[in-house]
């Protein structure tokens, strides 16, 4: 799929009745042999509305999978955090481990990035299914079967019998990709995550699933927030898109006004490195997606200056000194940069 060659009308999301989820200055630190390292996300703040699409961007390390684990409660032992995650009024970071399992998998679920490995390989698929309606549902055995079957049904795979009875070893990689959004989707939850889940398809298949995605989110208005290193994949595809950098985020806004027109250096080296191809892949001749020069930083707890600086064509003295704050260019846009748009 090249950058803008899916790009389409949204349908609008508005920000502005009541937030589905609200991140609030959520600050998360791991700590490694006695040590504290330098926070994996730094004072993120941001709302999702009932079933938006949000896309997050960012390199390899920007703290992506630490957002989505935190919104899941499964942030490990090692790390301290701070901030508000409130989800329906109710802060999940004050969450004992009995609501969490009401919530887990019925109201936020997620769609893994390995979506094989969250499936048993002991287990047929269907079976697997039908467990997690039980945990969540009433119901009997023959009523479970049958919702069951609707959800294999509902992401395209035509030949229930067959999949509801295999094992996972038995199915292709887009097969199995569906069955783990199914599994994500059983209990019709509010929000789903999904952590690079496409990474290892192929591209046609991956556009495949992406329309699945969609059309699932359209047809039953569950939010979702779909996680990617790569922005050819949102393009058409998010309704906003918000674009991490060393665990803050650097720019967040309608994805096709940031895409049209970043206002981020970082944003803007991102995007302007993807080629538009012709045959749908954005990879370099080496099989990679290019990069933008320079890495992400060693992350200093103590550092003063904007984190970005050292890869950013644009900085000036003052880049060094100061972090830029978080400000509101445009209605519905948000920026960190003293030069943005530059
Ligand atoms: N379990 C962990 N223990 C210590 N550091 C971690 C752990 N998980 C992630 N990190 C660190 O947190 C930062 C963000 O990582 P991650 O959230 O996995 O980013 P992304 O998903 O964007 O690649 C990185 O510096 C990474 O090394
Ligand atoms: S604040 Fe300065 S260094 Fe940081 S991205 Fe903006 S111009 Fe570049
Ligand atoms: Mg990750």
Redo the contacts with the bound molecule.
């Keep these: 799929m090249g950058l803008f060659t899916n790009m389409m009308p949204f349908a609008t999301v508005s920000l502005e009745g009541a937030a589905l989820l609200r991140v609030r200055a959520l600050t998360?630190t791991?700590?490694?042999r006695n040590r504290q390292?330098?926070p994996?996300?730094r004072r993120v703040s941001f709302d999702i509305a009932p079933g938006e699409i949000l896309g997050i961007l960012?390199?390899?390390?920007?703290?992506?999978?630490?957002?989505?684990?935190a919104i899941l409660g499964l942030l490990?032992a090692?790390?301290s955090v701070e901030g508000t995650i409130l989800f329906q009024d109710e802060d999940l970071l004050q969450m004992d481990e009995s609501r969490w399992r009401e919530i887990r998998g019925a109201k936020i679920s997620m769609i893994f990035q390995e979506p094989g490995l969250s499936l048993s390989p002991v287990m047929r698929v269907g079976d697997q299914i039908a467990e997690i309606i039980r945990a969540h549902r009433p119901g009997n055995g023959k009523t479970r079967k049958l919702e069951c079957e609707a959800v294999l049904r509902g992401v395209r795979l035509s030949e229930v019998d067959r999949i509801y009875r295999a094992y996972p070893h038995q199915l292709s990689g887009g097969e199995l990709h569906r069955v783990a959004i199914a599994q994500a989707l059983a209990c019709r939850p509010d929000l789903v995550i999904a952590?690079?889940s496409t990474r290892s398809l192929d591209v046609t298949v991956q556009a495949e699933v992406l329309n699945l995605l969609r059309e699932i989110n359209r047809k039953r208005g569950s939010a979702l927030i779909f996680?990617t290193?790569n922005p050819a994949l949102l393009a058409g595809f998010a309704d906003r898109v918000m674009v991490?950098y060393a665990?803050g985020i650097v720019e967040q806004g309608p994805t096709a006004q940031v895409f049209s027109r970043p206002l981020h250096p970082y944003t803007k080296g991102l995007l302007q490195l993807i080629p538009r191809s012709r045959n749908g892949t954005n990879l370099t001749s080496e099989g990679r997606l290019p990069v933008i020069p320079g890495s992400?930083p060693a992350?200093n707890p103590s550092s003063r200056g904007c984190l970005f600086e050292p890869r950013c064509s644009v900085r000036t003295a003052h880049c060094q000194n100061e972090s830029p704050g978080e400000v509101t260019p445009e209605r519905g846009r948000r920026v960190s940069c003293f030069n943005y748009g530059n």
């Excluded at 960012?58 to 684990?69: Q, V």
């Design positions: 998360v791991y700590s490694t390292s330098a994996a996300l960012g390199e390899s390390g920007s703290g992506k999978s630490t957002l989505a684990l490990p090692n790390c952590d690079e996680i290193h991490m665990g992400l992350l």
